[in-house]
């Protein structure tokens, strides 16, 4: 048995990786782009083990995909592959529509065409699981109540709406032909080897540079956080005994405000790494003009996982956020690794220096 993973080598991907190889002996083909936020120092424990076999290509190449198929014949695939920063997605749409839809689309029919020429009972126990977001459904306000899988899909932004295309491309696969598929809407995520474009590793990062933590205009938007281990293992739960064609919410019950998220870090760095002038991380909290479409709130209602499938988070924010904080303050060297002359160049696009 084989399982084919997509993005493998990005925050998401790279941590599921891990995971499954360490607990499981079954085999992954891992496809990987290796864009900006695809890292291979991430899976570098795996260097010389079979049971990894990654091949770096686009999940847009079908004559690709066909051949790793029919080589694989995995049981499984799960497409975390993707363009994920929203703020990039204002900046340049183009890529995010490129990946996330029409990747998406070639790996569909690709999958597909593979599925059809299966005997009865592997078609029968395939799975396609398509990793999606809670930014389909749009913005709460601070009354709503959270997103359960009823929610209409309203995406504000080029990257909630390029996922939300692809979640009804993966919908209709399986309404008109079969396919069997799953999909997980995840809220915010956080942990080890997150690329420090996002607001929590950013803001651990420019801490200990010294830097500004920028916080989009007021600071109270509200994210559902999410440590990035207990959504790998919601993927796995769901990918296990998930009913074909269902959507599952996946959310932690952590609601935060940016500014209580931002706080929480420089807590947490004042306890583990004080500044050598004995003031506080906070002082270096910087307000900068809020982005464009700013979402206010994301929630989920995660009892449709939590019930039908058994599956709860094993870490609250506060310690997923002692780990996370750690985790950068001890791999200084993966930090090293990914802050790239690419990176930088987009911290003066984006931050114009700040
Ligand atoms: P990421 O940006 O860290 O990683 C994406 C990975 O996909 C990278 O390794 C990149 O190289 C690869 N990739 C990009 N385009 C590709 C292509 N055309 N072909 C093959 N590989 C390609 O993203 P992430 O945070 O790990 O997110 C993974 C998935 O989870 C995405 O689908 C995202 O929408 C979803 N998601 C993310 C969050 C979050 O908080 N980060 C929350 C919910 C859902
Ligand atoms: P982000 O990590 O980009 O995730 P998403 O936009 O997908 O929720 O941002 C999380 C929140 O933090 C979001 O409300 C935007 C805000 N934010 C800042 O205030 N400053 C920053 O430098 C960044 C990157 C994000």
Known sequence: MTVLVTGGAGFIGGNFVLDWLRQLDEPIVNIDKLTYAGNLQTLSVFEGDARHHFVCGDIGDRVLLDKLLSEHQPRAIVNFAAES???????????????????????????????????DQAKYAFRFLHVSTDEVYGTLTPDDPPFSEMNRYEPNSPYSASKA?????VRAWHHTYGLPVLTTNCSNNYG??????????????????????????????????????????????????????????????NEKTNLEVVMAICGLLDELKPRQDGVSYAQQMTYVQDRPGHDRRYAIDASKIEQ?????????????????????LENQSWVQGVTSGQYRQWLETHYHGK
């Open 308 to 328: 039908a499938l058994g599956w709860k988070p094993a870490e609250t924010f506060e310690t997923g956020l002692r780990k996370t904080v750690i985790w950068y």
């Open 165 to 169: 295309a692809s979640d009804h491309l």
């Open 192 to 253: 080890p080897y997150h690329f420090p474009e996002k607001l929590i590793p950013l803001v651990i990062l420019h801490a200990l540079a010294g830097k500004p933590l920028p916080i989009y205009g007021d600071g109270q938007q509200v994210r559902d956080w999410l440590y990035v281990k207990d959504h790998c293992s919601a993927i796995r739960r769901v990918l296990e005994a998930g009913a074909v064609g269902e959507t599952y919410n996946v959310g932690g019950w």
């Open 85 to 119: 920063h929203v703020d990039r997605s204002i900046h340049g749409p183009g890529e995010f529509i490129q990946t996330n839809v029409v990747g998406t689309f070639a790996l569909l029919e690709a999958t597909r065409a593979y599925w059809l020429g299966l005997s």
